[in-house]
């Protein structure tokens, strides 16, 4: 069974500052993880993910991401964001072939 | 360049009422294929993948059905809708790769199904 937890539900900050979403999982296996932004009523967009290799992974839009294995987490960072930024964000973890488990999101408001 | 299509963009249909959603992939062959189910504002459920034509495995029971006719399309449908079917179905495409090798999901941009 694979879990996804995100631990904050609403997060608001100001545009120019950094921000961090949190994202921790359990799963049994190979684990692959990976991040996607939603616009209100729109499909999701690909972020970011991890599989292998260096544990701090580069996206879109100056988004980046580190895994860590011991903390069994793999937070979002972004150092300076944008208005166009508020968004709810999903962190996925999957196995194999088989579709992606979500974390229930959280929803970034940006002020100017 | 590939392009995920959804069809329809919404719908509103009464409880009881059949439902077929489509979602076509132009631009990739063979690709696996996936249906999610989104609450109003809550997080998303995988319902459906397939790996390959004619095969489609269940993840979730949801009084819904799903079909891979051809190799581009896949296919979500109920012979009789209920109230919590109402939500947004998103498809989703990944490009099949060799064991070990993970390759991201893309979405198409959704059905909002509301079921009065």
């Known amino acids: 069974t694979q879990t996804v937890s995100q631990s904050d539900a609403h997060v608001t900050v100001f545009e120019g500052d950094s921000v961090e979403l949190r994202c921790n999982y359990s799963y049994g296996g190979s684990i692959y993880l990976s991040w996607y932004i939603q616009h209100h009523g729109h499909g999701l967009q690909f972020l970011l993910k991890y599989y292998s290799g260096n544990p701090v992974v580069q996206g879109v839009n100056g988004f980046e991401a580190e895994f860590s294995k011991s903390d069994s987490s793999f937070h979002l960072r972004k150092a300076s964001v944008h208005w166009s930024d508020s968004a709810v964000y999903f962190c996925a973890v999957s196995g194999y072939a088989q579709g992606l488990t979500f974390g229930l999101g959280t929803r970034v408001s940006v002020f100017p | 360049a590939q392009t995920i299509h959804q069809w329809p963009v919404a719908e509103i249909k009464a409880v009881g009422s059949p439902l077929s959603l489509g979602c076509t992939i132009k631009g990739k062959s063979s690709p696996n294929l996936y249906w999610y189910w989104q609450a109003t504002g809550g997080t998303l459920q995988q319902l459906f993948y397939?790996?390959?034509?004619?095969?489609v495995e269940s993840v979730v029971q949801l009084n819904l059905s799903a079909s891979r006719p051809k190799d581009d399309q896949f296919i979500l449908s109920t012979e009789k809708l209920l109230l919590s079917h109402s939500g947004f179905y998103l498809c989703?495409?990944?490009?099949?790769?060799?064991?070990?090798?993970?390759?991201?999901?893309?979405f198409g941009p959704g059905t909002r199904l509301t079921v009065l």
């Open positions: 989703a495409w990944r490009q099949y790769r060799d064991w070990g090798i993970y390759a991201e999901q893309f």
């Open positions: 397939s790996i390959t034509v004619g095969q």
